[in-house]
């Protein structure tokens, strides 16, 4: 049996008294989708952070690639292959579109080996980017700020992109930009992780999905076949 690229078994991560995440199991194979669904405070982003090293998980283990990730520092999972699109986006305001990318891009071009992903094709990939190359990252709209987010990101060469809300607050046009974009991603052997608040696009758009409440999954199966409506009674608890 082929090795999952990413492993999360009996994941538990918190805050104080409170227990965000209690006993997260999945498995993603390389070249996937898996789509992540939950109300809010269900415990999505406390799962994307303990992936990637940004919280620390209580219990569990978060294997990528065969190796033990729990304990490694953020700044090594994205050396290892994980890069995360954040909620709110997180770019820097005051630089231009064209300089946040470039900032992934320099960090990037310390580390050896052949690079995928450039400047070039992530404006290729989103050209309302390279329109709006020179204005400043607080001037653009939200989808462009998605766009650059996720740019970013595939400027560190990830295996593995975690998506925590792709389409929030966006209009229809622009998610369906996104989601074309995503397309285009995944054909090129990229596998991702990704949190969508419309079920019907996350089962459309994913070979798996995983819902969870109050911290706990609900409901990890094929998308392929389950219904909307077995999804939101999962979602709903």
């Not at 991603?185 to 109050?214: N, P, W, Y």
Request: charged share 25%.
């Amino acid at each position: 049996m082929t090795e999952p690229l990413l492993r999360v078994d009996g994941l538990a991560a918190g805050y104080g008294q409170l227990q965000a995440v209690r006993g997260v199991s999945f498995e993603v194979a390389a070249g996937e989708a898996l789509a992540v669904i939950g109300e809010n405070g269900a415990g999505k982003t406390t799962l994307f952070h303990s992936i990637c090293g940004l919280h620390a998980a209580s219990s569990g283990e978060v294997v990528f690639g065969g190796e033990r990730l729990r304990g490694t520092p953020a700044h090594d999972i994205v050396r290892r292959g994980i890069a995360l699109v954040p909620e709110g986006r997180r770019i820097f305001p005051s630089l231009s579109v064209d300089e946040n990318l470039r900032v992934s891009e320099d960090q990037q071009r310390r580390r050896t080996g052949a690079r995928r992903w450039t400047r070039d094709r992530v404006y290729q990939l989103f050209p309302d980017l390279r329109a709006a190359a020179q204005r400043g990252g607080h001037q653009i709209s939200g989808g462009q700020q998605q766009m650059l987010a996720i740019g970013r990101a595939l400027l560190s060469e990830p295996r593995l992109l975690l998506l925590d809300e792709v389409s929030l607050g966006l209009s229809p046009a622009v998610i369906k930009v996104l989601y074309q974009a995503l397309a285009a991603i995944r054909a090129d052997g990229m596998t991702l992780v990704f949190v969508e608040q419309d079920v019907r696009r996350s089962l459309a758009f994913s070979d798996h999905l995983v819902c969870l409440h109050k911290g706990t999954v609900r409901l990890a199966r094929p998308s392929h076949g389950s219904s909307v409506d077995e999804v939101r009674r999962a979602y709903f608890g």
